[in-house]
């Protein structure tokens, strides 16, 4: 428990930092400042596999699925990429919804900032009522398995999506319903009050479906990381530290997500394995080795990179 409070805290201080500190004045965040950014949340997270190591040969906190201090090292760092390379989804959908909602780009990092905040409350919650389940249920296993395969093969069938508007969503016209709308942007506040009236904004707006959105797409990340492990402190802290880095990588990746077109080819690969894996890792676990999901995962980012970056030079 002391090492979940120590974690807590220090996340906590590095969320007031950013937002207290780095970000006190809202101003447009350049390629070059998020590009820091993103650099540095990218190498805490890996600086943070070898915290891992040391927390479990050391036997500082629980260790339910008995790993050897590699092997839980290793089973990070995958889910990590994991939960990263399944980020490019809502960098997409979040450059969409800030568009709709016409949020300036001075305000979008306080937008994010809370957005990522109901982010880890509410992966947190999924993630442990998963590994309740898998411990309660073990047969759930080979449910989310056939969902991740399911979600896959969506993605690669459906050629043609119907273009997501935010102002067409039902979360949408249900705020809409609860609170009167103030639809022009007033500075950086969520609500306000005029003529004893409160409003919401724009911005609150454009938090709640983004908030809405990445439950959505946690339906799809947390089985994912599930079948890489069921340890709640390694599930837990992958999740978080890809959650971290998003906002950076956001700014850093929005105007040119579109050159990465081929990376969603790579994240159909990723659930696919991951998919197969939790339905055979029981069976024959010989087929499935540590280093195996890490190598294939790696392996599947760089494919994606690689291949969009060579189809789409010069345009």
Known sequence: MTVWIIFLVAISIFLALDLGVFNKNPHIISSKEASKWTILWVTLSFIFSGVVYLLYSGGHIANPTNLKPVEASIKYITGYLIELSLSADNIFVIAIIFASFKIPQKFQHRVLFWGIIGAIVFRGLMIFLGVALINRFEWIIYVFGAFLIFTAMKMLFTKEEEEFDPKDSKIYKLIGKIFPV???????????????????????????????????????????????????????????????????????????????????????AILTFVGIKMLLVHHFPEFFPEWLSLAFIALSITLGVVVSLHKNKGK
């Open 182 to 268: 103030h639809h022009e942007i007033e500075g950086q506040n969520f609500f306000l009050k005029k003529n004893g009236t409160r409003y919401v904004t724009p911005l609150f707006i454009a938090l709640i479906v983004i908030e809405v959105m990445d439950v959505i797409f946690a339906l799809d990340s947390v089985p994912a990381i599930l079948a890489i492990t069921s340890d709640p402190f390694l599930v837990f802290s992958s999740n978080i530290f890809a959650i971290l880095g998003l906002r950076s990588m956001y700014f850093f990746l929005a105007n040119m997500i579109e050159k990465f077109s081929y990376i969603e080819y790579s994240l159909i």
